[in-house]
């Protein structure tokens, strides 16, 4: 089949359409729970959406330097965890056993790692060169004890709710 | 499967306009793609088409941003600087290869 239309086929970049906002809320701090939000703003500012995550309660962690590289993925209480061949289910009274946790983390994280896809902190380093904007949350850092000087150095500031509700304005907005 | 016409040659591509069949792009083309979505290329780009286009070779899809920065070692702050907002589907584009497929 030809076209004969003489004006090349070209995608729509929309490059003019840049009000788009994405506020993820990362409110979890283990390792799987961790991804979701990165994954999605990473993909959303190569769209060209404007996206800054608000770190909150457990999803501290990730943002916190001397924690951010040890998250943990735990079968704990995860019923569809699978075993990585078959349809095999870890049975609840398994996933207690001790050692089962590290077991388990250092598994996620060759399968991510064999994806191409970058631990969390480097993640992180990749969102923020891309535009990405983090926000910590006042009251996860007051029950915390921690300060700016314990999050990472790219952390935007460290906000309260009302803040929060400038910030997200007009935004899509998800909670993970 | 569509075909469209640039400088005078007539492409494969899909729906969108990505060229779908390696062989017919050439860097002339490449830069008449470039033209097309408003990308003036320097040598800085043209080093990140000719890594796309290797890497397309060898991995038999086309390189995300993230690939580009650990495999290319062209920073991802760079690769939006080159090609602004839409750096993994505007290189894609003009290297004549598909969108990339991975999330990441």
Redesign the interface.
């Given at each position: 089949?030809?076209?004969n239309?003489?004006a090349?086929?070209?995608?729509?970049?929309d490059?003019d359409e840049?009000d788009r906002k994405l506020v993820l809320i990362c409110s979890k701090g283990n390792l799987d729970m961790a991804y979701p939000g990165l994954?999605l703003a990473?993909?959303a500012l190569?769209?060209?959406i404007q996206v800054d995550i608000f770190f909150t309660f457990w999803g501290f962690d990730i943002i916190t330097k001397k924690r951010m590289t040890k998250l943990k993925f735990s079968p704990v209480g995860n019923t569809a965890m699978h075993l990585p061949w078959g349809d095999l289910r870890v049975p609840q009274w398994a996933a207690v056993i001790p050692g089962m946790q590290p077991m388990a983390t250092k598994m996620m994280k060759k399968s991510i790692d064999d994806?191409?896809?970058?631990p969390v902190d480097e993640?992180l380093d990749?969102i923020t060169?891309?535009?990405g904007k983090l926000w910590a949350c006042k009251m996860s850092a007051d029950m915390q004890g921690l300060t700016e000087a314990d999050l990472r150095d790219d952390v935007d500031g460290i906000i309260n709710a009302s803040d929060f509700m400038d910030l997200s304005e007009g935004a899509q907005t998800l909670f993970i | 499967m569509p075909t469209t016409t640039l400088s005078g040659h007539e492409v494969h591509v899909d729906d969108e306009g990505f060229m779908t069949e390696y062989d017919e792009w050439t860097e002339e083309l490449g830069a008449e793609l470039a033209k097309q979505i408003g990308i003036d290329m320097t040598e800085a780009h043209w080093a990140l088409i000719r890594f796309l286009r290797e890497d397309y070779l060898v991995k038999g899809e086309t390189a995300t941003t993230r690939r580009v920065q650990a495999a290319g070692g062209v920073p991802v702050k760079q690769q939006f600087a080159l090609f602004p907002k839409k750096p993994a589907k505007k290189m894609a584009y003009i290297a004549g290869l598909p969108k990339p497929a991975g999330c990441v």
């Amino acid at each position: 089949m030809t076209d004969n239309n003489p004006a090349p086929i070209v995608p729509n970049f929309d490059d003019d359409e840049t009000d788009r906002k994405l506020v993820l809320i990362c409110s979890k701090g283990n390792l799987d729970m961790a991804y979701p939000g990165l994954v999605l703003a990473n993909a959303a500012l190569g769209e060209g959406i404007q996206v800054d995550i608000f770190f909150t309660f457990w999803g501290f962690d990730i943002i916190t330097k001397k924690r951010m590289t040890k998250l943990k993925f735990s079968p704990v209480g995860n019923t569809a965890m699978h075993l990585p061949w078959g349809d095999l289910r870890v049975p609840q009274w398994a996933a207690v056993i001790p050692g089962m946790q590290p077991m388990a983390t250092k598994m996620m994280k060759k399968s991510i790692d064999d994806l191409g896809i970058p631990p969390v902190d480097e993640f992180l380093d990749q969102i923020t060169a891309s535009g990405g904007k983090l926000w910590a949350c006042k009251m996860s850092a007051d029950m915390q004890g921690l300060t700016e000087a314990d999050l990472r150095d790219d952390v935007d500031g460290i906000i309260n709710a009302s803040d929060f509700m400038d910030l997200s304005e007009g935004a899509q907005t998800l909670f993970i | 499967m569509p075909t469209t016409t640039l400088s005078g040659h007539e492409v494969h591509v899909d729906d969108e306009g990505f060229m779908t069949e390696y062989d017919e792009w050439t860097e002339e083309l490449g830069a008449e793609l470039a033209k097309q979505i408003g990308i003036d290329m320097t040598e800085a780009h043209w080093a990140l088409i000719r890594f796309l286009r290797e890497d397309y070779l060898v991995k038999g899809e086309t390189a995300t941003t993230r690939r580009v920065q650990a495999a290319g070692g062209v920073p991802v702050k760079q690769q939006f600087a080159l090609f602004p907002k839409k750096p993994a589907k505007k290189m894609a584009y003009i290297a004549g290869l598909p969108k990339p497929a991975g999330c990441v």
